[in-house]
């Protein structure tokens, strides 16, 4: 079967079902790449210069994206991937010249990628002995995606840090093979969640209710359960893949339960579509009724549940970050493909990453102007009130690290890369965001030192501060809440509520 054939047949299927023909596009290039950019590159090229090329598929990408028919569209993207192809195809210094010289942005974004395809390609194919050529090629890919200044944009932590006194509330048990899930369900309430067990807290520090779900093989989801702020609950996978969201009263009388499939129905037209599990769900702003996705792997949509078990399906794509609690619900979709909204709701930013082949590890983030490819790109999200992003990176090649522990012991070295509204490079620093400052003129980020430094959006460095135990040790903060002085804290594999 020819790849037009495969092209046309796989997005033909899934535009059928209501997808995007230029995500189809890219989900089929994705696959094939690997194989087509040797082909291509031992095919014999019109002697086309990059500029030419990258012209080109300016021109057709635009046309093809305009066109709605399918079968006018269809020879568009054959040749807009094509030319793709070409490009990449070409030797890195000479793309890496273009890039250089380039000052059209989407020319020079095109160009960057391109750049880091061909790289990725390279570093898969040479062997683990060559650790300096690997280094290199990793090194041109942090070049084109950071416009050429990632060293000269470091926000360096110069000061010393004033140390601030934590006095501990609660002790929260640990799990050796699960992490704390930790919600702001409202303004006036915080959750912690293992698979057995959950603890709902006032903004005070106070323990309003604590909850078991009776687990038989489940797990929970890794959402584990949710709270009103009234201390009722609901859960799920109380037996494995149970497919029903479970009410339970305030002292944990099991209710009732609602199953995935009533929810969110199934379409007609797709019967093979995602089995109706629960994915998430929690509390929205207001306290009086829950968000649910239902589906895996992305999720069929997301419904509002009353207590009551009233509940309608959310047309809207960013209506679930409208009814949460503001900035604390985090990026959702399938794992590949993740997005969430600006705050207010205009623009959306997303995370592309292969499934397999070379691409694991250096996914694609788009926001407006923003299109970068970085290596061990992690979460991400848009600075207060902008349309401004960044990008946490989790570095995993150090000895110690452990795919398979909790994240509070993987030993990553992780960082934050920042990026302009415009598109272009704004800056990194040696830490990983965990808050937005009280005043949400800015964000708190932790380093390897459990430092926290505040950044405004101008990448200036404000404060730096460092958390104290009455024992006079380094407090290790696992997600902090500035407006209401309150911080979960690592402690001992425990975890502990605390305040300042």
């Not at 912690?192 to 989801?221: C, Y």
């Not at 509070?408 to 808050?435: E, K, L, P, Q, V």
Request: with cysteine; aromatic share 10%.
């Amino acid at each position: 079967m020819s790849l037009n054939i495969v092209v046309e047949e796989t997005a033909r299927r899934l535009v059928a079902n209501g997808s995007d023909g230029n995500i189809c596009i890219r989900g089929v290039k994705t696959h094939l790449f690997v194989t087509l950019l040797f082909v291509v590159g031992a095919m014999p090229m019109a002697a086309q210069s990059v500029a030419d090329l990258v012209a080109r598929y300016e021109d057709l990408q635009k046309r093809a994206r305009s066109e709605k028919n399918f079968e006018k569209a269809r020879p568009l993207w054959d040749e807009l991937y094509a030319t793709d192809q070409k490009v990449c195809g070409t030797p890195l210094p000479e793309l890496h010249d273009a890039w250089a010289t380039e000052v059209d942005h989407r020319k020079k974004t095109q160009l960057a990628d391109a750049i880091a395809r061909a790289a990725i390609m390279q570093i898969n194919t040479i062997e683990e002995s060559y650790k300096e050529k690997q280094q290199e090629l990793l090194d041109l890919i942090v070049e084109v995606a950071t416009d050429g200044q990632f060293q000269q944009k470091q926000i360096k932590i110069d000061k010393e840090p004033q140390q601030v006194a934590i006095q501990p509330i609660h002790t929260i048990e640990s799990d050796a093979e699960h992490d704390w899930v930790i919600r702001r369900p409202t303004a006036d309430r915080i959750e912690v969640w293992l698979p057995r067990h959950g603890w709902l807290f006032d903004t005070k520090g106070a323990l309003v209710n604590e909850a078991r779900p009776p687990r038989r093989d489940g797990d929970g989801r890794a959402w584990f359960g949710a709270f009103l702020p009234d201390s009722r609950w609901v859960t799920t996978d109380l037996f494995a893949d149970d497919k029903v969201l479970s009410f339970f009263s305030r002292d944990g009388k099991w209710l009732k339960e609602l199953p995935g499939d009533g929810l969110v129905p199934q379409q007609k037209n797709n019967p093979s579509w995602s089995p109706p599990t629960i994915g998430w769900c929690r509390s929205v702003r207001t306290g009086d009724a829950f968000v649910a996705s239902v589906g895996q792997d992305g999720g069929r949509g997301v419904a509002l549940v009353t207590w009551n078990g009233k509940h309608r399906v959310l047309r809207e794509w960013n209506e679930p970050w409208k009814l949460c609690f503001p900035r604390d619900l985090e990026p959702k979709g399938l794992y590949v493909s993740l997005y969430v909204p600006s705050d207010d709701a205009k623009i959306r930013m997303t995370r592309e990453e292969a499934g397999h082949g070379p691409f694991v590890g250096y996914p694609v983030y788009e926001a407006g102007a923003v299109s970068a490819r970085i290596p061990n790109g992690d979460t991400f999200g848009f600075w207060p009130g902008s349309h401004n992003v960044f990008i946490v990176t989790e570095d995993n090649s150090t000895s110690t690290y452990d795919a398979f522990a909790p994240a509070r012991r993987r030993s990553s070295i992780r960082r934050t890369w920042f990026y302009n509204d415009d598109g272009s490079f704004a800056g990194w620093i040696d830490a990983a965001r965990i808050a937005d400052t009280d005043a949400l003129d800015g964000m708190i980020f932790v380093d390897r030192k459990q430092r926290l430094t505040s950044v405004g959006k101008d990448c200036a460095v404000r404060d730096v501060l460092q958390f104290i135990w009455p024992s006079g040790e380094i407090a290790q903060p696992e997600r902090i809440f500035p407006d209401v002085r309150l911080g979960l804290f690592v402690r001992n594999e425990h975890l502990e509520l605390a305040h300042w």
